[in-house]
């Protein structure tokens, strides 16, 4: 391990869970979480998308990019984080889709 603490790259796969999608609250509660993990950078694409499309990522910072996902009930995403906190940071955007970003009424 480095001065700089190790870097670490991790690849999981998130389902859309909650009924509404992926629409403007949830993908504001998930860029607030992916924000905390700052020195990490995070990235969510469609499964169903082309991997060599390079359009098909998007900085899971961005409620913008994370809205052009257009991902419905039922969507499969891969979340890539790489950095220091990558684990961390999957595991809290996990809970989040498992947890249907706590927007249930």
Same mark, same amino acid.
């Given at each position: 391990?480095?001065?700089?603490?190790?870097?670490? %790259?991790? &690849?999981?796969? #998130?389902?859309?869970?909650?009924?509404?999608?992926?629409? $403007?609250?949830?993908? %504001? #509660?998930?860029? &607030?979480?992916?924000?905390? *993990?700052? /020195?990490?950078?995070? %990235?969510?694409?469609?499964?169903?998308?082309? #991997?060599? +499309?390079?359009?098909?990522? #998007? +900085?899971?910072?961005?409620?913008? /990019?994370?809205?052009?996902?257009?991902?419905?009930?039922?969507? /499969?995403?891969?979340?890539? $984080?790489?950095?220091?906190?990558?684990? /961390? $940071?999957? +595991?809290?955007?996990?809970?989040? *889709?498992?947890?249907? *970003?706590?927007? %249930?009424?």
């Amino acid at each position: 391990m480095g001065p700089m603490g190790s870097k670490t %790259s991790v &690849e999981i796969t #998130v389902r859309v869970q909650n009924k509404n999608g992926l629409h $403007a609250r949830p993908s %504001s #509660v998930l860029a &607030e979480t992916a924000l905390r *993990f700052a /020195e990490t950078s995070i %990235s969510l694409r469609r499964t169903d998308s082309d #991997v060599a +499309d390079a359009n098909a990522l #998007v +900085d899971a910072k961005s409620i913008m /990019e994370l809205l052009l996902l257009a991902a419905g009930p039922g969507t /499969e995403l891969t979340l890539l $984080a790489d950095g220091p906190q990558a684990n /961390e $940071a999957c +595991d809290a955007i996990r809970a989040l *889709f498992e947890r249907e *970003f706590d927007l %249930s009424l």
